[in-house]
């Protein structure tokens, strides 16, 4: 594809040149430009913008309409690009990571889970500021990640044979 001639592109005419030969749906229909045969579509000028979904913060507990809670039902509300915030306390759910969503501690290692996180076939999610104490004392792993790309920054684990599972 680098390498390819490159695709012609039609050029732009002036509104104040154009000789549009009828209008339909919404398309101005101008006549042929030089090096292509035939009539040539061009949007109107009053296309609507393209749609951008911006990036939510869901809180869990607390209230309000982006409150959630327990962990796992912000991460099933989250989509790509959003962070679900976790204030300070104990949780007692596993978590699961969620492809694009960042799950962080408010509070750097002041929120503190009481059961593993697993990540397992996700991309680009994130993990923060958490302290992990697995279920019970030797407990098999404290992270466990499986055909995952996931970025884990400020994390402490303890009460686990091993830390992160890979």
Do not use: C, M
Request: without cysteine.
């Amino acid at each position: 594809e680098r390498f390819a001639a490159p695709t012609p592109v039609a050029p732009v005419i002036p509104a104040s040149r154009r000789r549009p030969w009828g209008v339909a749906a919404g398309i101005v229909i101008a006549p042929a430009l030089a090096g292509i045969g035939g009539a040539v579509a061009l949007p109107r000028a009053n296309t609507p913008p393209p749609v951008v979904i911006q990036p939510r913060v869901l809180a869990v507990g607390g209230t309000g309409q982006e409150a959630y809670p327990t962990i796992s039902a912000a991460i099933a509300a989250a989509r790509a690009g959003d962070t679900v915030e976790v204030p300070i306390g104990e949780y007692h759910e596993q978590v699961e990571l969620k492809s694009g969503v960042t799950v962080r501690s408010r509070v750097p290692r002041e929120a503190v889970l009481l059961a593993r996180v697993v990540a397992d076939n996700v991309r680009d999610a994130r993990l923060s500021g958490f302290r992990i104490h697995g279920p019970q004392e030797g407990a098999a792993s404290g992270i466990e990640i499986s055909n995952s790309g996931v970025e884990l920054d400020d994390n402490e684990i303890e009460g686990a044979q091993t830390g992160i599972q890979i």
